[in-house]
């Protein structure tokens, strides 16, 4: 079998919205990537008390964001995994389990400034390649001084991508205002969904309501 390019975007995807999406083609198109994996988190050890929403649930939305993207695909191996997650331990898995695919793993620049707090976070660089989400426009790639023999060594690279002013947080924030008594904030709110979310993202979410009773 030919050695394949795997890119993998991680995260809770609580929801998944359209940065996630301009990341995988980020990071796609800078990697040369055959596929990108999106992986949902299950239980995150670094967010162990966050307010998720069910990981089936989670999982559907990234499956419903993707489709008909034939070079992307949703891993469950987290979904499916009990208890906390580890990315090393979830990357050994994954090398072991495809060992002629070459895997980059892909992150934002906030969680590089804390990469090395990460179980094993030396082990990674066994794995996969490290790529960092940069929204910066200009200057220099910023990267930690411990962290700088990866990027001489190419394990560590950035993906330069445009900035989206879209997050998860601000998005289940915008469920809740749909149940203002406001109608003007109502339809700020319903706008603003509208071009955050794959369009269907945003039906299933108001037919199956997840967030802040997400009623249409």
Known sequence: MPTRQICIIGGTFNPIHMGHLQMARSAQAQC??????????GQPWQKPNADLAPADVRKKLVELAIEGVHSWRMEPFEIEHEGPTYTVDTLEKLSEQHPDHKLSFVIGADQLANLTSWKHWQSLFDYARIGVVDRTQWGDFQVPEALKRHLLQDRLFRIPMPSVNISSTQIRRQFQLLQSGNAEVRETARFKLEASLPTAVLKYLTLHPVYGRAQP
């Open 32 to 41: 040369m990537a055959d596929e990108v994996w999106f992986m949902p988190a």
